[in-house]
């Protein structure tokens, strides 16, 4: 069955550092998304992608935030200077279409920043 | 904007009797309604949904759910709860011509043997 996967599983940065994270959404998928789960509260909405442009983000994805597609498979988001309340579970997802299909989530990528 | 409530945080359930976990939701238009499952250092695994039609749906595991509108409700239910079923839910709407999921807090569910 098709999956999405993130790497890396775990990530640990100090304060200020940029890090980038990396997702393969599922190969027929046209929308592509980040949302993050900081530890004990609910998962969030961060951006969603389509076309080579952001389709929508939230007030959550500022400025130090960006996501990329840089290749024909793989789909990016990173964080230019990282804060300590960037600490979270950053899930990346895909659906083959806008609204009616379930969203496929990747195992996701844990963010600890020091 | 929509938003998800799930009033509990914790569901305890003894093995063999039924499950349910409550979700209401708030939209201003039409909602698709999503039930995802979460086990420890997983990611979200999608359960169920209701997009249009039959207010019933059935998923995996044997879990279904029932849509009402008048209540904005879409509580999940199984039958018959097993151990393997302890983990955390999170119900999610969409509103339609949206692009963005809106997730509930989550209910951890303990099933005791």
């Known amino acids: 069955e098709p999956e999405v996967t993130q790497t890396p599983s775990h990530q640990v940065t100090q304060m200020g550092q940029e890090v980038i994270l990396r997702c393969v959404p599922i190969?027929?998928?046209?929308?592509f998304y980040w949302y993050r789960q900081i530890l004990g509260q609910k998962v969030e909405f961060l951006v969603s992608?389509?076309?080579?442009?952001?389709?929508?983000k939230s007030e959550i994805f500022d400025d130090q935030f960006s996501v990329e597609r840089p290749d024909g498979s793989n789909f990016t988001l990173k964080i230019r200077s990282t804060k300590l309340e960037d600490s979270a579970m950053y899930f990346c997802?895909?659906?083959?279409?806008?609204?009616?299909?379930?969203?496929?989530f990747g195992q996701g990528t844990r963010l600890t920043v020091v | 904007a929509q938003s998800v409530a799930q009033p509990e945080d914790q569901v305890n359930v003894a093995e063999g009797n039924p499950l349910t976990v409550k979700c209401t939701y708030s939209?201003?238009?039409?909602?698709?309604l999503f039930w995802y499952v979460q086990y420890p250092n997983r990611g979200l695994q999608f359960l169920l949904k209701?997009?249009?039609?039959?207010?019933l749906v059935k998923g995996s595991y044997g879990f279904e759910a029932e849509f009402n509108k008048s209540q904005t409700s879409f509580h999940l239910k199984k039958p018959s709860a097993l151990v393997s079923d302890s983990a955390l839910y999170f119900c999610?709407?969409?509103?339609?011509?949206?692009?963005?999921?809106?997730f509930g807090k989550g209910n951890q569910v303990v099933v005791i043997p």
């Open positions: 997802a895909s659906t083959p279409d806008r609204g009616r299909t379930e969203a496929f």
């Open positions: 190969s027929n998928h046209l929308y």
């Open positions: 992608f389509y076309n080579n442009e952001i389709s929508e």
């Open positions: 939209v201003s238009g039409n909602p698709y």
């Open positions: 209701y997009i249009t039609g039959d207010n």
């Open positions: 999610a709407v969409r509103e339609d011509g949206n692009n963005r999921l809106a």
